[in-house]
T-cell receptor, first 112, second 111 residues
Framework: IAGITQAPTSQILAAGRRMTLRCTQD?????MYWYRQDLGLGLRLIHY???????GKGEVPDGYSVSRANTDDFPLTLASAVPSQTSVYFC???????????FGPGTRLTVL | RKEVEQDPGPFNVPEGATVAFNCTYS??????FFWYRQDCRKEPKLLMS???SGNEDGRFTAQLNRASQYISLLIRDSKLSDSATYLC????????????FGTGTRLTVIP
């Protein structure tokens, strides 16, 4: 692995289903983030984690949960998907909380 | 008011042209500033950081104006490969945990 990986690349999901988007980094970065990107709205922060064992809410956290059991992994869970969660989801990491962020390739999620 | 605002464009310029983008930010306490580049259906990637003294990287020059709360990006001698969306990004360092992204300015360089 080099950098950040995300899985799946894309997914079509029925409303009401549970879904976990996976994110793994191998740069030993302390901070990790989940964003969603929607046309005309730009990137919006969903949740973040400053270090393993801690998480925080971003701008649009409702309907999403995260965990940070170790440094490398930062999964994002949609407990019961709704069509408004159709978006492109990017995971990112940074060495510190305010510096350059490195992004994964994204997950394109469609909720029907 | 949005944290970061950009003109969405699109900017359509011929090869070799010089093009400039501006973006404004609302938090006067913001500490770190960046320009990211995003190609269609790809992830954002850091283009350059923006320092108080301004900085230059080849054909790209970034400037920060704290008094007016805006940052700019100048691209000289535009190449076809410069076609992308350019995201203005601001970080309020004081205890904040995230970057604020503008919606992006779309540039198309025409042969």
């Amino acid at each position: 692995i080099a950098g950040i990986t995300q899985a799946p690349t894309s997914q079509i999901l029925a409303a009401g289903r549970r879904m976990t988007l996976r994110c793994t980094q191998d740069m030993r970065h302390n901070a990790m983030y989940w964003y969603r990107q929607d046309l005309g709205l730009g990137l919006r922060l969903i949740h973040y984690s400053n270090t393993a064992g801690t998480t925080g809410k971003g701008e649009v956290p409702d309907g999403y949960s995260v965990s940070r059991a170790n440094t490398d992994d930062f999964p994002l869970t949609l407990a019961s998907a709704v069509p408004s969660q159709t978006s492109v989801y990017f995971c990112a990491s940074s060495a510190q909380g305010w510096g350059e962020q490195f992004f994964g390739p994204g997950t394109r999620l469609t909720v029907l | 008011r949005k944290e970061v605002e950009q003109d969405p464009g699109p900017f359509n310029v011929p090869e070799g042209a010089t093009v400039a983008f501006n973006c404004t930010y609302s938090n006067s306490a913001s500490q770190s500033f960046f320009w990211y580049r995003q190609d269609c259906r790809k992830e954002p990637k850091l283009l350059m950081s923006v320092y108080s003294s301004g900085n230059e990287d080849g054909r790209f020059t970034a400037q920060l104006n704290r008094a007016s709360q805006y940052i700019s990006l100048l691209i000289r001698d535009s190449k076809l490969s410069d076609s992308a969306t350019y995201l203005c990004v601001v970080s309020p360092r004081s205890g904040a945990n995230n970057l604020f992204f503008g919606t992006g300015t779309r540039l198309t360089v025409i042969p």
